[in-house]
């Protein structure tokens, strides 16, 4: 195998003890599955107080560390300790099964595609409508728009590096200015875009279990313009009420 990875997963992570061990376990499983394939992880540990950084140790990760609490920053330092010709941006609490793994490894090697994304599901089995709602329009917007979810991103290294990684004006909503920008670049350098609908990643339903419909409307309500800029009207992404 070759000494640089194919690809290197960059997790940012804040407080993830409990849900890295099964996102690390099935991103092993996943990509030890594949067929001469070298690839490392590196999650970001972003100023975690609950043992995150040696759970990501054991379970073979690259640890690295951000003091600022910011997911741009986090997946930007990632990248920056990452060697792989390819980057995946994995959420801490997102599961990726062989069948996605490999479809997305077929894309990369066949040299044709830039930004590469997947549609999303959450771990739960029966949701409330409001957020079945959401989750089926933020898929459908994905696959119409070629912006990936941020729970699963894959771009070219380099690309990565000529973009200038994740803009730091942003609190939340990065994924979708990294994509758009990641577009463009792809239109440049004559690649397309791919979002996988076929075999989704699985995230965790823990900041919408047990939260009422209000709780998510006012969230998503609050998001006006320039909001996605201050990070005290993204405390939906922030705030540990919304994580347990």
Known sequence: ?????????????????????????????????????????????NDSNDGTAQVAKAHDAHVVHEAERQI?????????????????????????NQILMASVLRKIRSGCYGLIGSQVKFDIEELDWFPLLVINAWNQV??????????????????????????????AGEEIDFSLRMLRWGRKHGLKPFIESQASVITSGRKIRGKSTWDMVRQLAILFPGALSSKAACDFWYDDKWRN
Not at 14 to 42: G, I, M, S
């Open 1 to 45: 195998m070759p000494d640089t990875p194919e690809i290197s997963f960059v997790l940012p992570a804040y407080n993830e003890a409990q849900e890295l061990p099964l996102t690390l376990t099935c991103l092993h499983q996943a990509a030890r599955c594949q067929y001469h394939f070298n690839y490392e992880v590196v999650v970001c540990d």
């Open 72 to 96: 741009s920053r986090a997946r930007n330092a990632g990248a920056s300790a990452a060697n792989g010709q390819w980057l995946i941006f994995l959420d801490a609490d997102t599961r990726i």
């Open 142 to 171: 994905s696959v119409i728009s070629n912006c990936a979810a941020g729970s699963f991103i894959a771009c070219p290294h380099q690309a990565f590096r000529d973009i200038g990684g994740f803009h730091l004006d942003f609190f």
